[in-house]
């Protein structure tokens, strides 16, 4: 396994969340990482993307505002804060890596994921 996210759980409405990608044993250069999430359901879509050229990051508009995804190159991990956490926001999520130009949105574009962390929200 070359991703590892860690970090989800169940918490109330606007509970907060932090979420660890640990990419220290992914190996190949890559473009971007980004958070998917997937409800029961619901296809997978794309949370939030950080590049690894400028570290710039792109976020769904269901997380504008609440998500922040970072990056630590010391640690070798991405992580996700996830804060004002809502029912809606309940899914499996998954990192993955985008070796090569991707749309950040779009899940097919990224190469290696991670095996998921469930999170869970109640009202």
């Known amino acids: 396994v070359q991703l590892q996210a860690s970090g989800g759980g169940s918490v109330q409405l606007g509970g907060s969340l932090r979420l660890s990608c640990d990419v220290s044993k992914f190996t190949l250069d890559y473009t971007a990482i980004g958070w998917f999430r997937q409800a029961p359901g619901k296809a997978r879509e794309g949370v939030a993307c950080v590049s690894s050229s400028d570290e710039s990051a792109v976020y769904a508009d269901s997380a504008k505002g609440r998500f922040t995804i970072s990056k630590n190159n010391a640690e070798n991990t991405v992580y996700l804060q996830m804060n004002s956490l809502k029912p809606e926001d309940t899914a499996v999520y998954y990192c993955?890596?985008?070796?090569?130009?991707?749309?950040?949105?779009?899940?097919?574009?990224?190469?290696?994921w991670g095996q998921g962390t469930q999170v869970t929200v109640s009202s």
């Open positions: 993955a890596v985008a070796r090569y130009r991707a749309q950040w949105w779009d899940f097919r574009d990224y190469d290696y």
